[in-house]
């Protein structure tokens, strides 16, 4: 769409650059290299008085190592849409993302890549690891504030575009593409009380017969709905009642449906401090490609607070999180239940932001039924600097180790960084 005739079909149409360069040190049980990243990212939004539309694009790419030969170039090119149509009660939206090229998955959980969803401009110095992007809890709470609704937690699962790792990679060049396509009918039936309706397909490959080791091809569907309530009692208290009913089909020949139901009350202690208590249940009905099926009950549970104070000049904000709830891998249609913990802590003066985050889950499935059972630990710290609106810089360290079926398909690996990172945002027409 040209600048000159968007004031004619839109109200806003906004520009995001973005650009994250990265130097690593990075040891995978006692195999030291150095490599160097970067992802350029370019979003593009146009708003109208019922649609928004965007449409993002984000590569990857990585140089490693940079300190011997043969030196390799990785490439992954990440793409993604979304379309909405927005009423004053019914919201409907059609989200897409797309990605192909190649990783070396053996150093991929350091790498910190992002998804192209995420917003290319500047952060005001937040971390910029990937959000998880698979084996999604069920239920959770949030922690970044009264909670709104019954969702999951802010730590998830560690993984690549593709999904989960289920087998220990080499030192190796993996292609692979994966695709997501999902529909969200949302309708407001009173101010407290939304109901949903959800549709969604996942595809993914390996490009070689190498590569399709650790992606083999899958396709999944998916269909379901939930419904939330929110009754607020006082300026200081707010129950969410949320229920969510799921139900996946794997090419694998397996098969998930997934009813989850979660009361959660949110307390507003102090102006600064925030908390969130929930329980509930869950009942899976699953049947595997092996011909075992089986019917499980889960009682749920969350907890979180979040915390900021005054230090100085600057300010500290803690939060913490805890839940017990099934994840649904919506590719293999396997529901593993976990017990999961996340916790932050960050400080930021004027320009000076430091950050310390990390994420456990742990598996709690029986022996017997474990072929979908996910362990991890990740965890990172960094400091930096924002020296303008537009650039940052900033160093750290990543941590993260998994297994998978009780195998390790990544073992203990970490990483020593430094970065750049630089973003833009501009108006082309309209205003906000």
Do not use: C
Not at 49 to 61: D, E, G, H, N, W
């Amino acid at each position: 769409m040209s600048p000159l005739l968007a004031p004619i079909f839109a109200q806003l149409v906004g520009l995001q650059l973005g650009a994250r360069t990265e130097g690593r040190y990075v040891d995978l049980r006692g195999t030291q290299l150095y490599e160097a990243s970067a992802q350029p990212s370019v979003g593009l939004n146009v708003v109208e008085r019922r649609t928004q539309f965007r449409v993002a694009y984000r590569p990857a790419l990585v140089l490693s190592p940079i300190d011997s030969s043969p030196r390799r170039l990785y490439a992954f090119h990440q793409f993604a849409t979304t379309l909405s149509y927005v009423l004053p009660r019914t919201t409907l939206t059609l989200d897409s993302a797309f990605g192909i090229g190649s990783l070396n998955l053996r150093s991929v959980g350091v790498q910190g890549l992002r998804p192209a969803a995420a917003d290319g401009a500047l952060n005001g110095g937040a971390p910029i690891n990937a959000p998880p992007t698979g084996g999604v809890p069920t239920s959770g709470v949030p922690i970044g504030g009264m909670p709104t609704t019954g969702g999951a937690p802010t730590g998830g699962t560690p993984t690549t575009p593709g999904g989960p790792l289920t087998e220990e990679p080499l030192n190796q060049r993996v292609r692979f593409y994966t695709s997501t396509t999902t529909l969200n009918l949302s309708q407001r039936l009173t101010k407290e009380a939304v109901v949903s309706v959800i549709a969604g397909s996942t595809t993914t490959s390996g490009r070689d017969d190498a590569s399709r080791r650790f992606y083999p091809q899958l396709h999944a569907w998916s269909l379901g709905g939930s419904a939330s309530h929110t009754y607020t009692l006082s300026r200081r208290d707010r129950f969410i009642g949320a229920a969510s009913v799921i139900k996946t089909w794997s090419s694998s020949d397996n098969e998930a449906a997934v009813l989850n139901s979660t009361l959660t009350w949110g307390h507003r202690f102090s102006p600064r401090t925030v908390g969130a208590l929930g329980a509930g249940f869950n009942v899976t009905r699953f049947t595997l490609s092996t011909g075992l099926a089986g019917l499980s009950v889960f009682p749920t549970f969350n907890v979180g607070v979040t915390h900021d104070v005054p230090v100085g000049r600057g300010g500290l904000a803690f939060s913490v999180a805890a839940y017990s709830s099934p994840a649904l891998d919506p590719l293999r249609a396997l529901v593993d239940p976990r017990l999961g913990t996340t916790a932050s802590i960050s400080y930021t003066r004027k320009k000076l932001f430091i950050t310390t985050t990390g994420t456990t889950a742990f598996s709690v499935a029986p022996a017997g039924n474990n072929s979908g059972a996910l362990n991890f630990a990740q965890a990172e710290a960094r400091t930096g600097y924002q020296l303008g609106d537009l650039t940052a810089v900033d160093a750290g360290a990543r941590l993260i180790r998994q297994t998978y079926g009780g195998r390790d398909v990544i073992p203990t690996s970490w990483a020593a960084f430094v970065g750049l990172t630089v973003g833009y945002e501009a108006i082309l027409a309209g205003s906000r």
